[in-house]
């Protein structure tokens, strides 16, 4: 998962750490000057590398027994990197440019792109960084946080909305073909009934031929009841008595399934709007996978346009190799991701949280 966006990183974390060593060393060089110039004439106690190299030629053999010429020349090195190097913008403007071009290539849109560059920024601009061997740690931490600003927008607790939400609670999948909304309904009615809740499913995919056997396999295999029309062409209709039936049956929620669509075609979007008007869903979500990137981004942002979603979910993250549309898809549409589908199994779906995609981006 997220391969590419870690190789990717690689470059920029590289740069800024090299950046460090080398200010360090500057101004450990500059440090020690100044000390010698001051005591010119006095007794000799220099600190740097000219002192570890001083100190190792005073030790006697029988003292350097049990310590290496090596480990003692990288403890001297550790005490010469002690000390507090202050990144400014020139030491940064190559390696932001390398983190820029980096999530962009991830497919991270640019906005998004700009506003995490910016954060690490003023993450490592201007404060005194304490350089030891751990320079790597110090970018680690400034993408971390950067990233964790920018997942952390738009949060919401979808268990804790259909707890309060009255029921049936009515939830409309929609977006372009094959993204995984069937499959995504299923795990959905399965993590719902794994938590107590009775399901009900709409087989508002009336025009696509295969779709309505589809979600019926899945009502099968999940033992939730599936309201469809025998020949019906109309979406609405059916969600409507989907919703109809769970309230005579005093069930908990209605999953909607509906045809995939293209934002650039009128006349399903039409047909959407008119879903959205005759069953006003509580919670309206738009699907897509991880794995289209940009255009994900691109196309949740129109059909928000068209018909204000309440959420996505990003399918398919388990073979993303770039990230940018998980990173980029709230940002954009100001909408929360809900789910985000892991596999093609109904448990291979994960309920969105900042901290776990993090984890994914920049774990190891
Ligand atoms: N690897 C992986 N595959 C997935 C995931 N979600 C769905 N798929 C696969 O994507 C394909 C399309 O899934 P569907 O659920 O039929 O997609 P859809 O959006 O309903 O498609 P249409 O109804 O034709 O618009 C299937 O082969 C699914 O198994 C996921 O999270 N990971
Ligand atoms: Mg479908």
Redesign the pocket.
């Known amino acids: 998962m997220f391969n590419r966006f870690k190789e990717r990183l690689k470059g920029f974390k590289e740069a800024v750490s090299t950046k460090i060593q080398e200010k360090g060393e500057a101004e450990a060089k500059k440090a020690e000057a100044e000390r010698g110039k001051a005591e010119e004439g006095k007794p000799q106690s220099k600190t740097g590398p000219a002192a570890a190299e001083a100190l190792e030629a005073k030790i006697p053999a029988e003292d350097n027994a049990t310590k290496t010429k090596q480990s003692f020349k990288s403890r001297a090195k550790s005490l010469i990197f002690e000390q507090e190097v202050v990144l400014d913008e020139k030491d940064l403007t190559d390696p932001l440019w390398e983190l820029e071009m980096a999530l962009l290539e991830s497919d991270v849109a640019l906005p998004v792109a700009e506003t995490i560059v910016a954060s690490v920024k003023d993450e490592l601009v201007g404060r005194k960084k304490k350089i030891r061997a751990d320079t790597g740690e110090i970018v680690e931490e400034a993408l971390r946080s950067a990233l964790f600003k920018v997942l952390s927008e738009n949060r919401f607790d979808v268990d804790e909305f259909i707890a309060k939400a009255d029921k049936p609670v009515k939830i409309v999948f929609v977006?372009v073909?094959?993204?995984?909304?069937?499959?995504?309904i299923a795990k959905v009615a399965r993590y719902l009934k794994d938590r107590g809740y009775s399901v009900v499913l709409a087989a508002g995919?009336t025009f696509?031929a295969g779709?309505v056997e589809?979600i019926e396999v899945h009502a099968k295999n999940l033992e939730v009841k599936l309201v469809k029309h025998k020949d019906g062409k109309d979406p609405a209709a059916v969600i409507f008595d989907a919703v109809e039936y769970a309230k005579a049956h005093h069930r908990d929620v209605v999953l909607a399934d509906t045809?995939?669509r293209l934002h650039t075609n009128v006349n399903l979007m039409d047909q959407m709007k008119k879903i959205v008007r005759v069953v006003k869903p509580d919670l309206l979500i738009f699907?897509d996978e991880a794995i289209a990137g940009n255009d994900a981004v691109e196309r949740a942002r129109l059909f928000n346009e068209a018909v204000p979603i309440d959420g996505t979910i990003l399918?398919?993250?388990?073979?993303d190799a770039k990230g940018g549309a998980a990173i980029s898809i709230s940002q954009i549409t100001g909408k929360p991701v809900l789910f985000l589908?892991?596999?093609?199994d109904y448990p291979?779906l994960v309920k969105f949280e900042p901290e776990w995609l993090l984890e994914r981006l920049l774990g190891s």
């Open positions: 977006g073909n094959g993204t995984g909304k069937t499959t995504s995919d696509r779709a589809q045809a995939g699907v399918t398919k993250t388990d073979a589908g892991v596999g093609q291979d």
